[in-house]
């Protein structure tokens, strides 16, 4: 049997106040970690874990951060880019033969602000610490969406690609310094920003499944804290799918 290896470990989760972020602050504390939780929105830190309000698209306030939890723990052993919105809409809405609408910048930049540049800072940040300290491991939320695309989303796809991308490049970059760079592609998951579309919709997500039902924000949370465990020790630069299938089902 394979420890995790987890125990003490000092771990940062961005977009922690609720939903995959929220359960991937409470698994890693149930495996006895050091819980760093980051988010625009005030959230309670876990038990012997501390919250930090941060907002990773300014690299000042990331970098702050970073300085904080250094002062506090000495070291920063996993970090996850969980955070991340949606600013939805066509690139281009064309309806009784005029356009209707297009997707604006505002829509576009801040998404990739967020949800692109914003990894991209965090994990400039954290990586300039471990690599010091002999290694750590590094997961980023990435999307089913990313590997085949989304009707009304190029800001948010263009991220979720875009994230493929880096932590390939940096698996190859930083895998020298004995850190290990990965990827989580979630399907449908029941978050609250999900359970609020209507039913109908919902419906359609599950009949894409083929296994039957949208996942939980805990099954994305097992899937980081096996990645950023001993068990995946020799696993790095991948995606890993957790969709129930879903793009098998597409």
């Not at 250094?70 to 880019?81: A, K």
């Not at 604006?104 to 400039?124: A, K, P, W, Y």
Request: proline fraction near 2%; charge should be positive.
């Amino acid at each position: 049997m394979i420890e995790t290896g987890l125990k003490d470990k000092v771990v940062i989760v961005t977009g922690a106040a609720a939903g995959i972020g929220l359960a991937t602050a409470q698994r890693f504390a149930l495996e006895g970690c050091r819980v760093a939780s980051w988010d625009v929105t005030d959230a309670k830190p876990e038990k012997g874990g501390m919250f930090q309000k941060v907002d990773v698209g300014v690299a000042a306030s990331v970098d702050r951060a970073v300085e904080e939890l250094i002062q506090r723990w000495g070291t920063i052993h996993v970090l996850v880019n969980n955070a991340g919105i949606l600013r939805d809409g066509q690139l281009v809405k064309y309806k009784d033969n005029a356009i209707a609408g297009v997707m604006s910048d505002e829509q576009f930049d801040r998404v990739i602000g967020i949800n692109l540049r914003g990894v991209f800072l965090c994990t400039r940040a954290v990586a300039a610490r471990m690599i010091p300290a002999g290694g750590g491991v590094i997961l980023n939320a990435s999307s089913v969406v990313g590997l085949y695309g989304n009707f009304g989303q190029t800001n948010y796809v263009a991220a979720k690609s875009g994230l493929i991308g880096m932590t390939r490049v940096w698996a190859r970059e930083l895998g020298k310094y004995k850190i290990r760079v990965n990827a989580v592609a979630p399907g449908f998951i029941a978050t609250d920003m999900v359970k609020s579309i209507p039913e109908k919709i919902r419906q359609g997500m599950v009949e894409h499944t083929p296994l039957g039902r949208m996942g939980q924000p805990e099954d994305i949370a097992n899937a980081y804290v096996w990645l950023a465990s001993n068990a995946a020790s020799f696993i790095t630069g991948t995606v890993l799918s957790v969709d129930g299938g879903v793009v098998t089902g597409t």
